[in-house]
């Protein structure tokens, strides 16, 4: 599961820890009943400070979809993967929906958006990775047809 963050992403390392938890989740890849990393463990793997964690935990654990048993670690709340799925899909419809129109906007053919979409989708990155150079490629301006 989590195995690496972007400390030059946009997105600042505690979202980015939530959001893996959450897709994870989502995707089935965490379980209900299911113990996470420890904050040293997983903070010592990410190269990213313990209280970056803890905090990225708490967050997780007051929406519900965590939960900490004292002395024994933190684990995935039971009965939450339909919403967490729901909540992901939500939240990226609506940011695909927004980048779409941000495109389109831009000037951006249909089919020009649809070549960068084919590209991302055979793109093997994680999220908050860099963009692979298949697509900085794309970003080339070019001429618009009157």
Avoid: W
């Avoid at 904050?39 to 313990?50: D, Q, Y």
């Amino acid at each position: 599961m989590l195995s690496s963050i972007d400390i030059n992403s946009s997105v600042a390392v505690y979202v980015q820890i939530e959001n893996h938890v959450q897709f994870a989740i989502a995707s089935g890849r965490l379980k209900p009943g299911e113990q996470l990393p420890s904050v040293r463990e997983l903070s010592e793997r990410l190269n990213v400070n313990p209280n970056t964690v803890a905090k990225a935990y708490r967050d997780l654990e007051v929406m519900g979809l965590l939960y900490t048993r004292r002395g024994m670690g933190v684990f995935v709340n039971k009965g939450i993967e339909a919403k967490c799925r729901e909540d992901c899909r939500k939240r990226i419809i609506g940011r695909l929906h927004e980048v779409v129109a941000e495109a389109k906007a831009a000037g951006m053919t249909n089919r020009e958006i649809n070549e960068v979409v084919d590209k991302s989708l055979a793109s093997d990155s994680s999220p908050y990775s860099n963009t692979p150079g298949t697509l900085t490629a794309l970003a080339k301006s070019k001429k618009v047809k009157k």
